[in-house]
């Protein structure tokens, strides 16, 4: 089998890719090691920036979005006895989308199966070849147990973490750099309405919270724990009543709603940056090349970025036999990179507690000068709303 452009992953990173692409008349075929409905259901990040609400607009994905999405203005900073909004739109001009990605991945593959796009799901042994020579292919094993090989022009990596792309990148010419978080979140789904309209970011001596939502009848919430947490150890009574405790329900009037918990798990929080982003005829985009804690809401918005850095790189190569943006492409993907990982890094690091009391003390007075410097909260905003793809 021969494309032009072999996808590997068929998250949002992929899909979007492959969409993109044929809008410029360019074929690819994507190749998923998980079912289709595994794709279409785990459960992800929710908040999207404006510049990836701009571009599922211009390319004609934004109708449902708009109409089922929840638009914010900004977020709620806590501290004990205070909350603070930090508005976005009268700061930068910019608002945010609770959308999960759970919605945008359907989206897609809505859009990919209309337009006939040729998806392997289920499949094992996934290798990639030759991809520091012209002629790259792509090798599996599809779910009847056929073995497929896929020769193409380009190879895409949007596998994530653990698919072979990231591994297919030499040790001589790879780099990585990496920051282990001594905390991970429990994180809980629950059929209850938001008692917040907009996420609540919780500093508290017991720990960090979330208040954050997936619709109007159905909550997001989390809770800083430590890393090897099992679980089974929260029953539904203690998670809610650590939300109560760091979430401030009582005070000011404000009243933290429980409900039935229909999810819970243990997320461990991680910085990680992989480059370059591209070798040889061998593109990666998304977790495949990095990761950040979910604190600044950047892991989707990074791969939208990052996509629709690659795919007028890939027209340009393939249409135009012009290198130029092909070979930039890592540079200009890794600037924003290490830009949205040093907002991550400094989210979470403002928001989550340790046994220093002085580590304390300066947490609280950054959060002070954020919320009451106009600075301060700009800079939040700006970074958080999303900066302009492209940057």
């Known amino acids: 089998m021969r494309t032009e452009v072999a996808i590997i992953g068929a998250g949002p990173a992929g899909l979007l890719l492959s969409h993109l692409l044929a809008e410029q008349g360019i074929d690819s075929v994507v190749i998923e090691t998980r079912s ?3 794709v279409l259901s785990r459960i992800r990040a929710g908040i999207l920036e404006h510049s990836t609400v701009q571009l599922l607009d211009d390319i004609g994905l934004g109708t449902r979005l708009r109409a089922e999405g929840q638009q914010h203005r900004g977020i709620y900073l806590q501290w004990p006895e205070e909350r603070h909004h930090i508005d976005f739109t009268e700061l930068v001009d910019r608002s945010v989308w609770v959308y999960g990605q759970t919605e945008v991945t359907k989206d897609l593959a809505a859009a990919r199966e209309a337009a006939g796009q040729q998806i392997f799901y289920e499949v094992t042994d996934t290798a990639v070849h ?31 973490s653990f698919g072979p792309s990231r591994a297919a990148v030499p040790d001589r010419v790879r780099q990585t750099w990496e920051r282990t978080y001594p905390y991970s979140w429990l994180g809980v789904l629950a059929d209850v309405a938001p008692s917040t309209d907009e996420l609540i970011y919780a500093w508290h001596s017991d720990g960090f919270a979330m208040h954050s939502m997936r619709s109007a009848t159905v909550s997001r919430l989390y809770l800083q724990v430590p890393n ?14 650590a939300l109560s405790t760091r979430l401030g329900h009582g005070q000011n009037g404000w009243t933290l709603q429980p409900g039935p918990i229909t999810d819970k798990s243990v997320l461990p929080m991680r910085s990680y940056v992989q480059t370059p982003m591209r070798h040889g005829r061998l593109f990666l985009a998304g977790d495949a090349a990095h990761i950040v804690p979910p604190t600044g809401a950047k892991g989707l918005n990074l791969a939208v970025a990052d996509v629709a850095t690659l795919a007028p790189a890939l027209t340009a190569l393939l249409r135009k036999n012009d290198g130029s943006l092909a070979d930039s492409y890592s540079d200009d993907a890794l600037r924003r990179v290490w830009r949205c990982t040093h907002f991550s890094w400094w989210m979470t690091t403002m928001l989550h507690t340790s046994d220093d009391p002085f580590d304390a003390q300066l947490q609280l007075s950054q959060l002070r ?17 999303g900066l302009p793809i492209g940057f």
Do not use: K, M
Not at 130 to 136: A, R, W
Not at 371 to 378: D, L, V
């Open 369 to 385: 000068w954020v919320a009451g410097s106009e600075a301060g909260a700009t800079g939040l905003a700006e970074n958080y709303a």
């Open 130 to 160: 030759e991809v520091d020579t012209e002629s790259p292919y792509v090798s599996f094993v599809d779910s009847s147990g056929r073995h497929v090989r896929i020769d193409a022009a380009v190879i895409a990596g949007c596998d994530g």
């Open 36 to 38: 289709q409905d595994y």
């Open 228 to 241: 090897g947490t099992d679980v089974n150890t929260w029953s539904d009574d203690r998670i809610w009543d």
